[in-house]
């Protein structure tokens, strides 16, 4: 499946069920990093807007950069709100944005997605010098005995199912051939506390949750709603969760 059309038909679960990042990253980012209200950064596979939206609020200017139609349609009608937020069609391998147009370049959950070399070139063709890249993602403590639980889930009933964050692993040696081996990490905690239909949503907002229709999906809700009985307390469960970014500079 072309990997743009992943997302086809998800964008109401996703800006419901999808959480934003843990605002002590945003602080680091501005604090530690360089980022400042007045840099322009291009926010790849942008999605829904959720991780745009706290940059955003910053006061940096936003080119959310998403192929897919739905999301970015999404995005538009979440952030049209913001003077400084650009709504781009383009994709990770070809933004259309100029050449030297951007200070930094984020991506939330996406980069795994991504053609690495193709996607270097172009990042290395759109920032300026100095400036950063960001790989950033929400990953699920798998110690946890929910969050196995679910991954038990999605292994039998989805077959698309790659494992969480499209199966990315620290270190991943996509995120060191991406950096050739020079970038930090950093990572806060940052739990998902979740009522029922926000925690549906979530759990369907996956590229490879199963559709209405999809075969095997009334067994995925049952087990999912299974899931949240034995896992919440007073209507209400807890994902164990943090925000990692892996960042350095390109040029």
């Not at 100029?98 to 996406?110: F, G, K, L, R, Y």
């Not at 300026?128 to 005995?145: E, H």
């Amino acid at each position: 499946m072309d990997n743009t059309k992943r997302f086809n038909g998800r964008a109401a679960d996703y800006t419901s069920g999808r959480p934003g990042y843990s605002e002590q990253l945003i602080s680091f980012m501005f604090n530690e990093c360089g980022v400042s209200s007045r840099s322009f950064i291009a926010d790849i596979g942008s999605g829904t807007g959720k991780f745009a939206r706290q940059l955003l609020d910053k006061g940096s200017t936003i080119y959310c950069v998403e192929p897919n139609d739905d999301m970015r349609n999404t995005a538009e009608s979440e952030l049209s709100g913001y003077e400084n937020f650009r709504s781009v069609k383009g994709g990770a391998e070809d933004t259309t944005l100029a050449a030297a147009s951007v200070d930094h370049i984020t991506t939330a959950q996406a980069f795994h997605w991504f053609d690495v070399k193709k996607f270097r070139q172009e990042c290395s063709r759109i920032i300026k010098p100095d400036g950063k890249v960001f790989l950033i993602w929400n990953v699920r403590d798998m110690d946890s005995p929910l969050n196995k639980e679910l991954f038990e889930i999605y292994s039998k009933y989805c077959s698309d199912f790659r494992g969480f964050s499209g199966g990315i692993k620290r270190d991943d040696p996509r995120i060191a051939e991406f950096f050739e081996n020079k970038y930090e990490r950093v990572s806060f905690d940052e739990p998902l506390y979740l009522d029922k239909e926000k925690y549906i949503a979530r759990c369907l907002s996956g590229s490879y949750a199963l559709k209405e229709g999809d075969k095997f999906y009334p067994e995925q809700m049952q087990a999912l709603e299974v899931a949240f009985s034995k896992y919440s307390q007073n209507g209400i469960i807890t994902i164990a969760n943090c925000s990692v970014a892996y960042f350095g500079s390109i040029k």
